[in-house]
């Protein structure tokens, strides 16, 4: 499959391929070559809507469990499914390394996950440059888990005092992959992902978030607003690209389908062209997806591990993808996608299951196959990132 102005995928992973068999003789040459072939694919990495590089992308999720064995990023399991993508036809990767808080009144936030904050750079840096020699831009957004089990968009320090702790560790825990990321080149880094209790009320806390990331990373920054979050968020003007997580309930009842999902994609992308046109900046669906089941277009964001009784319904997320790309793609506004989500591990069902948001071997991968091979259209946004 060809793809304009992109490196050819076939082209690429041949090289990447010779690159991992050289790494065992002379690994010094081994990142060498790699940043040489990155360099390659570096001006493709423009955002624009419609432009041959507006994002075509996958977020490849992680696998932070050292007792799960050689999988996750920085392995020989997350190459095959970076190699997997590039073969779809997308073009940008993100990652989403996890740090994580006790409860939602926690004011530290714990840089490691699963595994060591050092371990999890070094195997994320690999990725990077794994997905850069494969022609991949990448995009990185640091997420943070909750481990009580609640939403950290609902995160409440409950005094001024709490929650300068809060965002003081905040910042210590996002620096370290800022640097990280102007380190590897990479294209887009996002400064949060759902803190909707905060990115009102405290703009001016996530103001100066960005100016200290930006003191560390000259690439584009954004924020990972939820869906139901990006009208009321108060520091867009900070950011050089609005971004979304874009779960929104496309159906209105059970039993609804394609038709249904189309109609309310269609409103959907309205509601985004006034945003977009409000503050001047084009919108970029940090995160997209639906699951594998049926009816869950009628509460998207819901994690398949916390339901029962989950019917497999792989046409069902087709057309949930279906009526996104239709209402989204070609729009002036519209810098592209990253469809959530594909695990780094292609063996482990226990991240997600048959029913869950990975479309992976299931009827999606063929509507995002034709979506990502279309040229979208002839507009270029006309920004750069903010000084």
Partial sequence: MSHPHSVEPTAVTDVFSLIMNIRIVIPGLVSFLIIQVADAAADECVIGPGMPSAVRGMTLAPVEDSRMGPVGYGTRASSEVLAEIRNLGATWISLTPFGRMDSLDSTEILPDFEIPLEENIERTRATIREAKAMGFCVALIPHIWVLSGEWRGEIDMGSQKEWKKWFDSY???????????????????????????????????????????????????????????????????????????????????????????????LEVAGELESLSIIHDKPVLLTETGCKAAADAALAPWEWPEHLVDLKYDGEYQAGFYQAVLEAMVGREWFAGLFIWKVISDPGDWSQDPEAGFSPRLKPGWGVLDSWFEMTWSEREWPFTSLP
């Fill in 171 to 265: 910042e210590r825990f996002i620096k370290p992959w800022a640097r990280l990321s102007a380190a590897e080149g990479v294209s887009i880094f996002s400064i949060g992902v759902e803190f909707k209790s905060t990115s009102f009320y405290m703009a001016d806390e996530w103001r100066r978030m960005i100016r200290h990331v930006r003191a560390v990373y000259d690439g584009l920054v954004t924020y990972s607003a939820n869906w139901d979050e990006a009208a009321d968020v108060g520091f867009w003007d900070a950011v050089d690209i609005i971004g979304i997580n874009g779960f929104w309930p496309l159906a209105r009842k059970p039993g609804d389908r394609t038709d249904v999902m189309r109609q309310r994609a």
